[in-house]
């Protein structure tokens, strides 16, 4: 019986397993033709200055509204899209997107764009910021790449040099997630990098986290020596608020100052905070 049961869950798992797989391969073919169908959309979370309590930029987050399922977040599929390459073509849309819609935004407000690992080793980045620049006539000095420490963890000296093409094209390199990598003190060190965003994880412990108050601090610390501009992300509370503001963090982002919007709605945001 023992052995019956064994066989039927063994059976169960072949099953699911395949199902999961077949559930991929049908998300891969989907992705190949959302582009074409223009099933993705950028929203955009503002990013407010805390000493003035402005906001100075938005960060453009992808989303894939797909036809059957409804709106899917990026973490279920960029993984995919890195895999099958399609991250190339996506990643060179989300770029033209972003300084299109930002080139419309009053001039003190900057986008930022994530990049993914698989986009610095394709070769053809500095091209494509170079391109997406070009074409939206936005100021390089209003568009931020966020990186995160993946980024530098393979092929150190070509990816290294990436970053140096793209900072001389005149945009600003944040690093993205910080804290959650390995070794992140030495790229510091390697590439003088504008800005480094403190990774949510640290925030949502805030107050009750002794450790997280002390990391927070050290953070504020080390970027304040290197002069790099520190941004808090996922700040959700007034509390936690209160405390990035007083450990010297220049920016921040979370539900608390506004959920990502659509590009449409944008305007409404700015036009909110500068009215308080
Ligand atoms: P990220 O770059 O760290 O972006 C911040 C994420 O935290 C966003 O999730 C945002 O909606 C969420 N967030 C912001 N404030 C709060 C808060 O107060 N509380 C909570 N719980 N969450 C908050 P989202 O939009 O789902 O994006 C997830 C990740 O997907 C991003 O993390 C980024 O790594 C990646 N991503 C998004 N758009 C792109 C893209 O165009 N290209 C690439 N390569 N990756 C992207
Ligand atoms: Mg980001
Ligand atoms: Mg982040
Ligand atoms: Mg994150």
């Given at each position: ?41 950028l929203?955009y979370q503002p990013l407010v200055d805390?000493s003035t309590n402005q906001i100075n930029s938005f960060e453009a ?34 770029l033209e997107e972003a300084c299109r819609a930002a080139a419309s935004w009053p001039d003190g407000i900057s986008v930022a764009v ?15 910021v170079?391109?997406a620049l070009k074409i939206s006539g936005l100021e390089p000095g209003r568009l931020q790449l ?23 094209l005149g945009v600003q390199?944040a ?19 504008d800005k ?33 501009t ?20 220049d920016q ?9 919007v659509?590009g449409p709605d944008v305007a409404s945001v700015i036009e909110r905070f500068s009215a308080a």
């Amino acid at each position: 019986c023992a052995k019956e049961e064994g066989r039927g869950t063994y059976c169960f798992f072949e099953l699911s397993m395949d199902r999961h797989l077949q559930a991929r391969e049908a998300t891969k073919r989907a992705l190949r033709l959302a582009l074409g169908r223009g099933e993705f959309e950028l929203n955009y979370q503002p990013l407010v200055d805390l000493s003035t309590n402005q906001i100075n930029s938005f960060e453009a987050l992808l989303r894939w509204r797909h036809p059957e399922r409804g709106v899917i977040s990026p973490e279920d599929f960029i993984p995919i899209a890195e895999d099958t390459g399609l991250i190339i073509p996506i990643g060179e849309w989300v770029l033209e997107e972003a300084c299109r819609a930002a080139a419309s935004w009053p001039d003190g407000i900057s986008v930022a764009v994530n990049l993914s690992p698989v986009q610095f080793r394709s070769k053809v980045l500095a091209q494509a910021v170079d391109h997406a620049l070009k074409i939206s006539g936005l100021e390089p000095g209003r568009l931020q790449l966020e990186i995160t420490e993946s980024v530098l963890l393979q092929d150190n000296l070509a990816n290294l040099a990436v970053l140096q093409e793209l900072r001389r094209l005149g945009v600003q390199i944040a690093m993205d997630d910080f804290g959650t990598g390995y070794s992140s003190l030495g790229y510091l060190r390697s590439f003088s990098f504008d800005k480094i965003k403190l990774d949510r994880s640290f925030v949502c412990d805030l107050p009750d986290g002794p450790q997280c108050e002390a990391i927070v601090q050290a953070v504020a610390g080390l970027a304040s020596g290197l002069r790099i501009t520190t941004t808090a992300e996922g700040i959700e509370t007034q509390e936690q608020l209160s405390i990035l503001r007083a450990s010297g963090y220049d920016q921040g982002q979370g539900y608390l100052f506004g959920k990502p919007v659509s590009g449409p709605d944008v305007a409404s945001v700015i036009e909110r905070f500068s009215a308080a």
